[in-house]
Structures are given as structure tokens and as C-alpha cells.
């Protein structure tokens, strides 16, 4: 259940989250945006506007949320570049990657670049960040009673290398082009996890 307080922050931040979600979606209108790509950037100007409070300057930043959300890794390939992008949308580029930056930090997404470093922004709280922190719990829980038992540890490398040939080859969660920038992701993963058990198991 929410606490008191985050009651309190939220009444005290309910107006300027809407004010600011209709003044997107009227830049996003007169932009004549896709409405599937219009909703997912609207939630995303709702999340950032409720943890950070308002931008200093709304249209860099709504044009941020919308070529993040239009740049997700399931949309590979997508060619369109960020300066591209913000000619379109009429944008200086600084600007723009500016408040990419800002969002991407402070809401925690991965950027997941191709082969032509091209950026994807992969979502803390979506699908495929849930998927990938769902199968190396799993997979280092399973690896840690593992060791306990027969004495022997797989090597964390290994263990990345079979998560993310899960990911990619078999469930196909995430495109076959961004293994190896995965594979990083899934190492950290992987190191922070089997921390915590560790801690969890030696405190006993």
C-alpha cells in the first residue's frame, strides 16, 4: 500500500502531471503523431514529470520521449538517425540528445546500439528488461543450490552466454543483433545477483 507521503507528493504534483501530459499531446497533434507511439511517449512524459518534476524546456523534451519510445529495440531495423529525427520534428539535435540523456538516466533505460552504433532504448520497467531480470534471477538462483550440491561453479562468462542465447536465439525476446551489447547488460546482472545471494546465504 502507498504511504501517506506518496499521497502527499502526489496531490501536491497531480495538476502540473496532467497539465503537462495535455501539453504533449497537443505537441504530439499538431506533429500529427502515430497514436500507438503518441501513448507510450504521453506515459513516459508521466513518469518522468512525476519523479523529476517539469522540464525546463517542454518541446526538446516531449520530442525526446517520443524518439525514445520509437527507437525501441523491437523496432530494429530503423535506420532513422537522431539528427534526422529532430529535423523532422523541427528540434535542434543538442537539445534533443540532451533530454534523451536526461530521461534515459533518470528512468533507468538501457541503450543497445547495432552494428551501425545506431541507439534502442531498452525500457527499466518494460517487457524485455522484466523478461532478462526474470531469467538471470532464475538462472544464478538455480547455478548458486547448484554449486552447494555438486561443489562446482559455472563461470559467470559462461552463464551470460547461455542467458543470452536464451534471450536471443530461443525465446527471441531480443533481436539476434544486439547480443553482444546483451551480453554485457546480462554480466552486470549477473555480478550484482549473485552478490546478493551470496550476502543472503553467508548471513545465515
Not at 125 to 145: F, L
Request: glycine share 2%; net charge neutral.
Amino acid at each position: 500500500m502507498a504511504s501517506r507521503h506518496e499521497h502527499e507528493d502526489l496531490a501536491v504534483n497531480s495538476q502540473v502531471i496532467v497539465s503537462m501530459v495535455l501539453s504533449a499531446h497537443e505537441f504530439f497533434k499538431e506533429k500529427k503523431i502515430e497514436s500507438r507511439y503518441e501513448k507510450m511517449a504521453l506515459d513516459l512524459v508521466r513518469r518522468f514529470v512525476s519523479h523529476e518534476g517539469v522540464p525546463r524546456e517542454e518541446d526538446p523534451f516531449f520530442s525526446a520521449a517520443l524518439y525514445i519510445v520509437t527507437r525501441h529495440p523491437w523496432s530494429h531495423p530503423n535506420p532513422l538517425t537522431k539528427s534526422a529525427f529532430a529535423t523532422k520534428l523541427m528540434m535542434k539535435e543538442s537539445s534533443l540528445e540532451w533530454y534523451t540523456e536526461s530521461i534515459c538516466e533518470k528512468l533507468g533505460f538501457s541503450v543497445l546500439r547495432d552494428n551501425t552504433q545506431l541507439p534502442f532504448f531498452m525500457d527499466s520497467q518494460g517487457t524485455i528488461a522484466s523478461v532478462v531480470d526474470s531469467v538471470v534471477r532464475a538462472t544464478v538462483g538455480e547455478e548458486v543450490v547448484t554449486s552447494i550440491v555438486s561443489r562446482s561453479v559455472e563461470s559467470p562468462s559462461h552463464l551470460a552466454e547461455k542467458i543470452v542465447d536464451q534471450l536471443c536465439n530461443v525465446v527471441k525476446i531480443v533481436p539476434a543483433v544486439f547480443q553482444q551489447e546483451l551480453y554485457n547488460l546480462v554480466r552486470r546482472k549477473i555480478e550484482v545477483e549473485s552478490k546478493k545471494l551470496s550476502d543472503q546465504i553467508s548471513r545465515r
